[in-house]
Nanobody
Framework: QVQLVESGGGLVHTGGSLTLSCAAS????????VGWFRQAPGKEREFVAR????????YYADSVKGRFTISRDNAKNTVYLQMNSLKPEDTAVYYC???????????????WGQGTQVTVSS
C-alpha cells in the first residue's frame, strides 16, 4: 500500500523557519515529480512548490518564491520543504502529493499525504 506521510509542521512566530518532510512508503519516489500544496481555513487548496523527479527543476508559487525551498533525497524516498521568513498568511495545512509520474500538473493528484499543520503567529 502506497502512503505519503508528512511531518515537521508546528507553531512558529513570524520570521521563523520550519522544514517539512514527505516520506513515501510502498513505492519509490525516485522517478516521480512531487509537489507541496496547502489549504488555509476557508480557502481552496493551492499549489506551493514542486520538484522534478531528478531534483533538477523546481517551481514555486509567487507567494513563496525566495522564501521556500523544495528538495529531495531519493535515497531516503523523501521530499522536503524548507520554509524561511514565515508569515501569518503561510498558516495552513500542508500536503505533499504525487502521481508517480515524471510530470505533476494542476491540483488533482492520485496520492496525497494526510497533511501537517503549520501555524505562524504574528
Amino acid at each position: 500500500q502506497v502512503q505519503l506521510v508528512e511531518s515537521g509542521g508546528g507553531l512558529v512566530h513570524t520570521g521563523g523557519s520550519l522544514t517539512l518532510s514527505c516520506a513515501a512508503s510502498g513505492r519509490t519516489f525516485s522517478s516521480a515529480a512531487v509537489g507541496w500544496f496547502r489549504q488555509a481555513p476557508g480557502k481552496e487548496r493551492e499549489f506551493v512548490a514542486r520538484i522534478s523527479w531528478s531534483g533538477g527543476m523546481t517551481y514555486y508559487a509567487d507567494s513563496v518564491k525566495g522564501r521556500f525551498t523544495i528538495s529531495r533525497d531519493n535515497a531516503k524516498n523523501t521530499v522536503y520543504l524548507q520554509m524561511n521568513s514565515l508569515k501569518p498568511e503561510d498558516t495552513a495545512v500542508y500536503y505533499c502529493a504525487t502521481d508517480f509520474r515524471r510530470t505533476l500538473v494542476g491540483l488533482d493528484h492520485d496520492y496525497w499525504g494526510q497533511g501537517t499543520q503549520v501555524t505562524v503567529s504574528s
